[in-house]
């Protein structure tokens, strides 16, 4: 090569906040990134930087067995919601893709994009929510990444995490153990993620009134799995909500659903909220809650240890699962007339997470 | 609950071009959801919908042994360019990640964020592309996520992938290992990535002349340990160049880098490209290049082995570790001057991967 200046290199160092927001050098694999991973992304996830000299991969010791890995993608406007924030909800939403499978979390990855302007000191809340996050739920952030995108419709930071887990031997979790007969509980009342959201972004004034559901589902599915190893399959109820997850599932295992809609717990606010508001809590979004097809006669234990876990608020037996219409979710009133549950077009609202 | 009138629901089926762009209910998990998962990404990913029922992660085998995990998020701006798109690019960025770590790539996530308003027809180009470069390196994408955001500033795509692989016995590629007395190999010329990317954007008209270099690295990685499993280090070049691996790699081993300028390829148009654009080459992204660091003896066999390998096209020895001056990278040009090549505040271009 021929020679070339160096005038591009900076030879003192800049302390983080000398920036009030992030800048574009902040994604440039340059000092000002280094700052913003030694100064606020390290310390978040509670990394030391001196025992760990970054590496282009992280490194685990596994035993033989199955790995389960899921990834996703979060959004939400707000950033910040009654309940919790984006960083919460990063963790969640991964260890909950885990726990469908019946896995135990081992680790997470954590991908930023971050919009140029975005202040400084609402990244570092979001990342220290995500590292108490995963702290609390014993799972470590083991490998990340950074990229700032040039301003656009201000919403900041989005975030991807995708997870590893080990899935305990003998558990076999999947749509395709769902068979007539199953029974289908609920874990808790449906739709106060969705509502906490549109709610803040409405400015509709329900935020004393109903904060977020979004939780850790793994320590609730591993008291299910362990007293019971043949759950036949799990969902967390996220976009689209309780509709979606069911009609997915009666789909994907060609088998019928059959749900009681007096049994479906949703809250006197929650409901309220969704009257004024012209929404189905049926297709509102939880991120702390999940259904779990069991077989009948393990309906009643399984209900008694959702009842002992803070996980599940307010479980239910919901419905059953039939072998008449392969695909079909049918909602049964009280009065004793019914209705198909069918997917959306899209979503009733979107951006929730 | 209380009842709630179905009206949302939509019960014809809606061919995915019935829209020529992408909506917001494409990200809401609902039917749309499903059709853009079904008719695009499962296609493009060469997956089976029928015999794939969705599932909240996927689950591999995995013998005992060390896991390598690792994740990389792609805004390049634009989104195709000479030599490939976004969506190899997520492919190699990813692979390349777990083989600096020397693990053979086991499996991919893929997570997207589409601006609404992105064309149908641009993201079947991308997801085709990742599917075929995932195809060609052997990898499968096993779990993904899609979300869509309001209109921006018009990028329409940021992808993350993460990946796990797994690490040979015997294998043992870090930081740590690198001592004075190692040889540093470069596989190739520099800054073909970033030049490529700039020349686009800025219509410099450079595009017959360089096309980026992307590609997988994890063959020849592959070829590397398996012919000498005591390779110490191995980097990929990407942001802030073979100066900012070489910056992180002296500082994280608190030893000091010697590089002779004259054995450093770069190839006459991007040398040129970078007098005509005020670049240090040394700094521009490569997306298919690695530094190795291999005990002196194991040298010209390192170079034999990446001689024979198309991914390492122009290979050669580009310097020594040394024990004076930790932290230190010092260049040496062949008039004997030298100077200390040190990071970048920021980088010289940004949105380049």
């Not at 220290?128 to 470590?140: I, M, Q, T, Y």
């Not at 995490?161 to 558990?171: D, K, N, Q, Y």
């Not at 793994?218 to 759950?231: H, N």
């Amino acid at each position: 090569m021929t020679e070339h200046s160096p005038e591009f290199t900076l030879s003192c160092p800049t302390p983080l906040e000398t920036h009030a927001t992030v800048q574009m050098a902040h994604g440039g694999g340059g000092r000002l990134m280094r700052r913003l991973i030694e100064d606020l992304f390290l310390p978040g996830f509670g990394t030391d930087p001196a025992g760990n000299p970054p590496h282009d991969s992280a490194v685990l010791d596994v035993p033989a067995g199955r790995l389960a890995f899921t990834t996703d993608t979060f959004v939400v406007s707000p950033l910040v919601f009654p309940g919790g924030d984006i960083g919460h909800l990063a963790v969640y939403g991964t260890v909950n893709d885990l726990a469908m499978a019946g896995a135990q979390p081992l680790a997470l990855s954590a991908g930023f994009i971050l919009e140029e302007g975005l202040p400084i000191e609402m990244l570092r809340r979001v990342v220290d929510s995500l590292g108490h996050a995963a702290d609390e739920v014993g799972e470590r952030i083991v490998t990340g990444d950074t990229k700032v995108v040039d301003r656009g419709p201000g919403d900041g930071i989005f975030i991807n995490t995708a997870g590893v887990g080990l899935v305990p031997p003998g558990v076999n979790i999947s749509p395709r153990r769902v068979a007539p007969g199953d029974a289908i509980l609920l874990s808790g009342d449906l739709g106060r993620h969705g509502i906490a959201i549109m709610s803040v972004r409405e400015g509709l004034g329900f935020e004393g009134a109903i904060a977020s559901d979004c939780a850790s589902l793994a320590g609730l599915v591993a008291a299910l799995v362990q007293a019971d190893p043949d759950v036949h399959c799990l969902r967390d109820l996220t976009r689209g909500g309780l509709a979606a997850a069911l009609c997915e599932i009666a789909d994907g295992a060609r088998v019928g659903i059959q749900l009681r809609e007096a049994s479906i717990p949703v809250s006197a606010p929650v409901d309220g909220a969704c009257e004024l508001l012209g929404l189905d809590p049926l297709y509102v979004a939880n991120e702390g809650r999940l259904v779990a097809f069991v077989p009948a006669q393990a309906a009643e234990r399984t209900l008694e240890i959702m009842r002992a876990h803070k996980a599940a608020p307010e479980p239910a037996v919901i419905g059953t699962v039939t072998a008449d219409h392969p695909g079909t979710v049918e909602l049964r009133n009280s009065l004793g007339g019914s209705r198909v549950v069918d997917l959306l077009s899209g979503e009733q609202m979107p951006r929730i997470c």
